[in-house]
Nanobody, 119 residues
Framework: QVQLVESGGGLVQAGGSLRLSCAAS????????VGWFRQAPGKEREFVAS????????GYADSAKGRATISRDNAKNTVSLQMNSLKPEDTALYYC????????????WGQGTQVTVSS
């Protein structure tokens, strides 16, 4: 089992920045990839960014490219998402999720952290 806990959400004005963190615990040695997703009210959940647990590779949604940076802290078993130049349309519940080795799906999800961007 893997447990994920997000933190760092909040209310920010448009153009501001936030840094979200995802703390992983449990059988973290089986994690292959960690991703950030978001879901706005009335919308489908969408991918934001992902990083290999080794930290070697990252990926971003087009909406996040140039404004978001995903990183991994090996010592703390955390994955962070730095978001800059935030827009009201970035308002959503942000989740981190973990995918285990040998799997094609993200099996473990956190509870989410709310990001609200005011105009």
């Amino acid at each position: 089992q893997v447990q994920l806990v997000e933190s760092g959400g909040g209310l920010v004005q448009a153009g501001g920045s936030l840094r979200l963190s995802c703390a992983a615990s449990g059988r973290t040695f089986r994690i292959d990839r960690v991703g950030w997703f978001r879901q706005a009210p009335g919308k489908e959940r969408e991918f934001v960014a992902s990083i290999w647990w080794s930290g070697r590779m990252t990926g971003y949604a087009d909406s996040a490219k140039g404004r978001a940076t995903i990183s991994r802290d090996n010592a703390k078993n955390t994955v962070s998402l730095q978001m800059n130049s935030l827009k009201p349309e970035d308002t959503a519940l942000y989740y981190c999720a973990a995918r285990l080795e040998g799997s094609v799906e993200y099996q473990y999800w956190g509870q989410g952290t709310q990001v609200t961007v005011s105009s």
